[in-house]
């Protein structure tokens, strides 16, 4: 299994950048598909980013193309989400999760938060404008 522990978050003004991290410890991040989630106030959970667990492939939210990348350093087992020119309605609770499976359904991507397994205990990103 994999501890995941979320940093990186505060305050920044729309338009300006911020990068989340997600450290694990354990096992390595490439025996898990690895997504970022976030949630705000009064609503519900929702899908932001993940990649293959070889980091072959990317799949991003609609809201966040184009303006969010995710990536990893294997060497650091830390996993990124770089928010670039974020705006007020991405502020919410950001969540990094990792899924053991390499497959669900013929998938290898998994924009649902029931497809993972463990999960960080998240960090806060206001945006203001």
């Known amino acids: 299994q994999v501890q995941l522990v979320e940093s990186g978050g505060g305050v920044v003004q729309a338009g300006d950048s911020l990068r989340l991290s997600c450290a694990g410890s354990?096992?390595?991040?490439?025996?898990?598909?690895v997504g970022w989630f976030r949630q705000a106030p009064g609503k519900e959970r929702e899908f932001v980013a993940c990649?293959?667990?070889?980091?072959?492939?990317?799949y991003y939210a609609e809201s966040v193309k184009g303006r969010f990348i995710i990536s990893r350093d294997i060497a650091k087992n830390t996993v990124y989400l770089q928010m670039d020119s974020p705006k007020p309605e991405d502020t919410a609770v950001y969540y990094c999760?990792?899924?053991?499976?390499?497959?669900?359904?013929?998938?290898?991507?998994?924009?649902?938060?029931?497809?993972?397994?463990?999960w960080g205990q998240g960090t806060q990103v206001t945006v203001s404008s």
């Open positions: 990649y293959t667990r070889s980091a072959g492939s990317t």
């Open positions: 999760a990792a899924a053991a499976a390499e497959y669900r359904d013929g998938r290898y991507l998994f924009t649902r938060g029931n497809e993972y397994d463990y």
């Open positions: 354990g096992r390595t991040f490439s025996s898990y598909v």
